[in-house]
């Protein structure tokens, strides 16, 4: 039933997209990829039943409603998008350094090369039915590129709000591009504001040339019903992503984030922290993909449960045939602070060379009661001990190289949504 | 060097040869409802044992292949001998065997075995058990111990009771395929409070060509009873593949212990697709130890239902895989009650184009307050032709549980073979003594004349493994 509703609803917004004014390549790209997408199944995600959840019907409604973005913000941010109004406020020493980034429609205009070579790479290397309808849906999104040998030493902070009340779908992409030698570093924000039926789709695409090195902090602070995440890297040699995603959002959420580890030598750090709550259920799969000699990836996700919510953190990691001298390591750890959560642990690792270091780690665990008792005999209240117990615990997976005021904002939020659920 | 390599690493399957004995009944090739009924009238059965093999087999029809694990693909089962009966009796004295089965478990050991210090031992070629012998002081104790197609009918209640208890039908595809046409296997008894001096065993054996075993075995190990069980199979080559199927079911009750140990040496031409489940009750402990060294593909994931307070289940496995070998198993560990605890060792080491994979399962349901487990999988893999997964899925739906799961993949530490080799150790010695401590914590556990005989089945196939 809900596939038929699906399809239909779809296929509208397919329609009313082709009508747009577009050039003709991008067109066939929708279309392709469409073609694809109705080939292909839905991602697995192991131990989480997602597939009957209503992923891409959208609310038939169009409430249109201002709402004053910036008056809202508590920091500014250099490049927001909420539903269709972008804004840009771009650091001066960014700009002087050559830093480019473009609006979707910006990018058809002025660089349609470069975004058609990259929609094209995607599309090609989508596997998935939701991946494929993200092309062909694609609405509005971010492209941004750093020159070869430009090193970028500020934030680049950015929001994407998906203003779900207001757009029926809603299909986001943003594109990062750092040239060899370069160096940057990005907060995303992303948000669907306010709470709302409407199910949000986003995507961040990462290319990361030579010696690059880039540091993307993702903040998921979805309130849609269902929110469907892609982040995919792409490393060449000697290149380096750190990624810090850490999901708060208050629906159901699938994340899924890869790292193609292609060159030799390249470095990829996933680490994700997640706090589940009420009758939510995020599912999380998150890869490391070694195809090149001497690459190095490391994943360490950290989760907390409570109420009745599901957590599942599914690990990949796989080292293809060839990549010598690689190495390859897993942790998964979750807390369980309710009997009525449901967790699942499950750090995969898939082999084809010997000449490898391979590992991984999965706990499931209670609060540590030395620790809270430790707090509370100091005179702490059994609440706050507990909620300095578990930040503790989440804040192990926040990287040491991140900016000081970036992580306390992160565990901000973090006891926001251990407070507010 | 290489020459030898070449010589010593093409020396055949030690228990691949085969003898001619001509079957006495056999229902041919394929699979139908008739054969079904035949098996059943051949075997005098009662009547709702037929109606369960027949309702296994309408379920058997409907199920598809597991979508995890190796391709099967190429498993011929409508050219399958389903079962095969090599001789008419049973014998109570290895003298009575007929002198080809005979020679055939005599250069298994059987006997040998036997007449050292083991309880019981019984011996089943093909789908029957044709020899069987318990010590009489083990009958006086009330220990049943026999095939199982006896069981069903001398100890019919007994059997009925417990019988696809713990595995049903729609387990599995070939659990379905087992209920259906299950012959042989062995039935154990041990009634409250005894315990099994020694270890009893029972020798698995496949000699004719394309034939299907679905020994089903079923063990009662009563309240605060004791027993170790210990099972071994072989198969001689053929280029036509057999299967293997068995089905095992273990209660162990209340403050009863329980350890089921497996050496699993068939040819390279047998699929194993095995179940195996276990229950632990109030207090009671069931251990597996499980060693898989040949087959062409092995599917199979022991389990323990820890179904009572205070349970414990342990597995402790080794797996090795060498030259297209696949071996896909694991362990599951199903927490259903308070202050339950289990523990996953699982050794493993490919070699030469061999794929060892693990795939576990470790779930703490609602009512596993206070329970505990432990999962650690490592591996070696010897060779870039060689191959490892680690699928491991730990589901918790408890907060007062503690899990923790621990996993390590790589080749020979060099750091080790240097030492070694820097002390005046070739390379293929110091390779052969850093295998043979990678798998001691599962050696040691095994009776000593299978400690032994694992140790040289271990350096025989690690011989030439120098990459």
């Known amino acids: ?421 | 060097m290489s020459e030898l390599e070449s010589i010593m690493t093409d020396e055949d399957y030690e228990y691949g040869f085969h003898d001619d004995v001509k079957p006495v009944f056999s229902t041919g090739r394929g699979l139908s409802e008739a054969v079904i009924r035949q098996i059943s009238a051949a075997k005098n059965e009662p009547a709702w044992m037929l109606t369960y093999r027949l309702a296994a087999y309408q379920t058997y029809l409907k199920m598809n292949e597991a979508n995890f694990g190796p391709d099967l693909s190429k498993l011929d089962l409508a050219n399958m001998k389903f079962y095969q009966k090599a001789t008419d009796k049973k014998y109570r004295d290895w003298e009575d065997v007929p002198a080809k089965i005979k020679t055939t478990f005599d250069r298994l050991g059987v006997p040998e075995a036997e007449r050292k210090y083991l309880a019981g031992s019984s011996a089943q070629y093909e789908s029957e058990v044709v020899y069987h012998n318990i010590q009489k002081q083990l009958a006086t104790m009330g220990i049943i111990f026999t095939d199982t197609d006896s069981a069903l009918k001398e100890y019919p209640e007994l059997f009925k009771k417990w019988f696809g208890k713990l595995v049903k039908p729609d387990n599995n595809k070939y659990a379905a395929l087992n209920s259906a046409v299950w012959s042989g296997g062995s039935f154990i008894y041990v009634p409250a409070g005894v315990t099994v001096p020694m270890p009893i065993q029972a020798y698995f054996r496949l000699n004719a060509e394309n034939t299907g075993q679905f020994e089903r075995t079923l063990i009662i190990v009563d309240e605060g009873a004791h027993l170790e069980y210990v099972e071994g199979c072989t198969a001689p080559q053929y280029d036509s593949d057999s299967l293997h199927a068995a089905v095992v079911e273990v209660n162990v009750l209340a403050n009863g212990y329980c350890r089921y140990t497996t050496i699993q040496n068939w040819s390279d031409n047998v699929y194993s697709l095995e179940t195996k489940r276990a229950q632990a009750l109030d207090n009671a402990i069931m251990e597996w130890v499980d060693g898989n060294l040949g087959s062409k593909v092995t599917m199979k994931y022991p389990s323990v239902y820890l179904n009572g307070y205070g349970a414990r289940g342990t597995m402790l496995s080794i797996a090795l895989a060498s030259n297209g070998i696949i071996s896909d198993t694991g362990a599951q560990m199903i927490h259903n009650a308070p202050n339950t605890s289990s523990s996953i060792v699982s050794k493993s080491i490919a070699r030469t184009g061999g794929s060892v994979n693990y795939r576990g399962n470790v779930k703490f349901a609602r009512n596993s307050a206070g329970s505990l487990a432990h999962v650690e999988c490592d591996t070696i893999i010897m060779d870039d032709q060689s191959k490892s997964d680690t699928i491991p899925y730990n589901e918790i739906l408890n907060s007062d549980v503690a899990m923790e799961h621990e996993a390590k993949v790589s080749k020979i530490s060099e750091d080790q073979l240097y030492y070694l080799m820097s002390r005046g150790i070739s390379q293929s010695k110091a390779t052969e003594m850093i295998v043979m401590s990678f798998v001691e914590p599962f050696t040691k556990e095994l009776p000593m004349e299978y400690a032994v005989e694992l140790n040289r089945l271990i350096a025989f196939e690690m011989e030439g493994s120098i990459g």
């Open chain 1, 1 to 421: 039933m809900v596939e038929k509703v699906e399809k239909q609803a779809l296929a509208t917004a397919m329609e009313r997209i082709l009508k747009q004014v577009e050039p003709q390549w991008l067109k066939e790209i929708r279309i392709q990829a469409w073609q694809r997408a109705n080939q292909l199944e839905l991602p697995r995600v192991d131990k989480i039943a997602y597939k009957d959840w209503p992923q891409f019907i959208t609310s038939k409604t169009i409430i249109k409603q201002q709402k004053d973005i910036d008056a809202q913000q508590q920091i500014e941010y250099q490049l927001s998008n909420y539903a269709d109004h972008y804004s840009k406020k771009l650091a001066k020493s960014m700009q002087e350094k050559g830093l480019k980034t473009y609006t979707f429609k910006e990018a058809i205009q002025l660089v349609p090369q470069i975004l058609k070579d990259q929609l094209i790479k995607m599309l090609k290397q989508a596997n998935t039915k939701t991946e494929a309808y993200q092309i062909a849906l694609m609405t509005s999104g971010w492209l941004i590129k750093v020159p070869d040998n430009v090193e970028i030493d500020e934030v680049l902070t950015i929001l994407t709000d998906q203003a779900s009340d207001q757009q029926t779908d809603y299909c986001n992409q943003t594109i990062v591009i750092l040239g060899k030698n370069s160096k940057l570093k990005i907060m995303h924000e992303i948000a669907s504001t306010p709470q709302s039926a409407s199910p949000t789709h986003i995507g961040v695409n990462i290319t990361l040339h030579a010696n690059a090195q880039l540091q993307y902090i993702g903040l998921d602070q979805l309130a849609s019903n269902f929110g469907y995440l892609k982040r995919t890297a792409h490393l060449a040699t000697a290149s380096q992503l750190n990624w810090q995603l850490v999901d708060l959002s208050k629906g159901n959420l699938i994340s899924e984030c890869t790292s193609h580890l292609i060159g030799a030598g390249s470095e990829s750090k996933i680490n994700v922290i997640s706090i589940t709550s009420q009758q939510q259920q995020h599912g999380f799969n998150t890869k490391l993909l070694n195809y090149g000699h001497h690459s190095k990836g490391e994943i360490n996700q950290r989760g907390v449960l409570l109420d009745a919510s599901k957590l599942v953190f599914n690990g990949i990691g796989k080292i293809y045939h060839g990549a010598h001298g690689t190495y390859a390591n897993q942790e998964n750890r979750l807390m369980m602070l309710s009997s009525h959560a449901s967790g699942d642990a499950n750090p995969i690792l898939l082999i084809e060379e010997n000449d490898v270091v391979a590992g991984h780690a999965a706990s499931v665990g209670q609060i540590d009661k030395q620790q809270l008792y430790y707090l509370m005999s100091r005179g702490l209240s059994k609440a706050m001990a507990q909620k300095l117990v578990v930040t503790g615990f989440l804040s192990k997976t926040i990287d040491s190289s991140i900016d000081q005021a970036l992580a306390q904002r992160i565990l901000g939020k973090i006891e926001e949504k251990l407070v507010n659920g």
